[in-house]
């Protein structure tokens, strides 16, 4: 019994028929603290004949409630402070005839639906209004789940019933305990899907968060071929990240070649939804998506853990193994286990991947460097100052022309910052490439009280590297437009010719920084 309640006795003398001697009976009346406080006041009050105000200020009421308990104090000692609806059933409890009318039916016609779908039913055809949270409390008494029960729920069921089973001696009930957990096991087991067929075919990708390192929680990104279990890429980041996602996929660039299709979980990274658009077709304008999409690669994402399998033991694996292996090789930061990863990867794969000598590659050919850092970049809108300036990640940058020379836009004129996979900034200005030159704080010679220097050698040309299809805006906002659904009326293209298309405002964009922090 909690400390906060008290057991009071009280005896109650019931008279007997032809004189007998009365029987005394103990009942128990239990009074929650704050009502044995009430009581106790009251009591004091009484006895001592104390002052109503004070007692009012210490019950926090007024002196004419205080006149009211007195009165029940007196008529009904003790028991007159317990709440009046103490022990009596809500007005809406379901009576209990019906409630096992309702468990039975479940039990033998309706199984399998789930709990929200068989109070749609019980409604619709008897004209019984059960919510399914009242239902679940009705079957979790009768050791029965929802299908859809999740695992967790599932385990602790399995747990009670076995203990169940340790305590019970009739063989009957035993043998149903069993048959109950045997049907546990059955509806926690998920069918088992056949791997793809050939090498590239399909690439499941996931990010595990995890203490890798004492202390520390890293996101660890792996990719996982589908038809022979080698991980083909791996990268710690401290965020699920979009560069996290473009470093395992660079690695499978540079060393396997371009798949067909990733497998992934519906990550903002790979896929964004607007909220006010709940019923649109599930496409994808992400950052990411876009650089699949230019590299002809399929994505398809699932809310299922259980449908991309393989990427999920692998991250158990990875968990119950790569951190006995980080701290054998003394790995205290991030960037060195990242280094460490390439030899780990190869370690692993020799041990647990596939070695099938029939598995056949779909893998295409692997791009250029120049073209993998191209198409792997990070396109970010900005909007040129009134110091023709271009401000990105907290500094201020000019447009320069390939000669060097500063290019100076008006303000507020639309622009795309590019930064390549390899770190190179780029700015998009009306499809034209220039590079971009940072503004220093301050001068870093003073005409005025510096000595003059000899004129510097002239510099030789930087490279711009040309126009081409994934940093084009056109380009970029024709893929937009294809999911110009998802997007309601924040695109808007306005066609102005043939040749070569112009946007007047750049869709997609306003999704980008969210891309990027995910």
Known sequence: MPAQTRIIHFYVCLGAAGGKECEVIMRKVE???????????????????????????????????????????????????????RGRLPASTVPLDIKNKIISLYINDFSDA??????????SDFGIKISDTTLNNWMRAEDILSPKARRKTKKALKKKLKERLKDTASE?????????????????????????????????????????????????????????GKVVG???????????????????????????????DRRTVFEYKRKDKPSDAEDTFT?????????????????????????ERLNQTLQSRLPVELRHAHITNIEDANVFLNSYIKKYNNQFALHLNSTKSVYEKQPSIEEINRTLAVLSTRTIDSGHCIRFKDKFYFPVTENGDRRYFSGKTKCMVIETFD????A?????????????????????????????????????????????KASFANYAAKQKHRCGNVIKLRIDSYQGIQTKCMPFLFSLDKSQKM
């Open 31 to 85: 009074l929650r603290m704050n009502e044995e406080n009430k009581y106790k006041i009251i009591k004091k009050l009484v006895d001592t004949n104390g002052n109503k105000k004070r007692a009012a200020t210490k019950l926090g009421c007024t002196v004419r409630t205080i006149n009211r308990l007195i009165i029940k104090y007196k008529e009904q000692g003790k028991k007159g402070f317990m709440h009046g609806n």
């Open 114 to 123: 789930n709990f929200t779908h068989f109070c749609e039913i019980i409604e």
């Open 172 to 228: 009957k009930v035993r043998n149903e305990i069993k048959e109950s957990i045997i049907i546990l096991d059955e509806q926690d087991a998920h069918p088992r899907r056949p791997r793809s067929k050939y090498a590239g075919e399909m690439i499941q990708m996931d990010a595990s968060s995890f203490h890798w390192i004492e202390g520390e929680v890293w996101h660890l990104h792996v990719a996982i071929d589908d038809a022979d």
């Open 234 to 264: 791996a990268y710690f980041d401290r965020q699920e990240t979009l560069k996290g996602y473009y470093e395992v996929l660079y690695q499978i660039l540079i060393n396997h070649g371009i798949p067909a299709m990733f497998y992934t």
């Open 287 to 311: 950052q990411f998506s876009y650089a699949c999409h230019n590299l002809g690669i399929e994505i398809k994402t699932t809310s299922v853990p259980q449908a991309k399998g393989r990427v």
């Open 423 to 426: 770190g190179q900034l780029l």
């Open 428 to 472: 998009n200005v009306d499809d034209k490439l220039y590079l971009i030159e940072e503004v220093a704080e301050h001068e870093l010679v003073s005409k005025e009280f510096d000595a003059p220097e000899e004129a510097p050698k002239k510099e030789k040309k930087k490279y711009i590297p040309p126009m081409n299809h994934p940093w084009r």
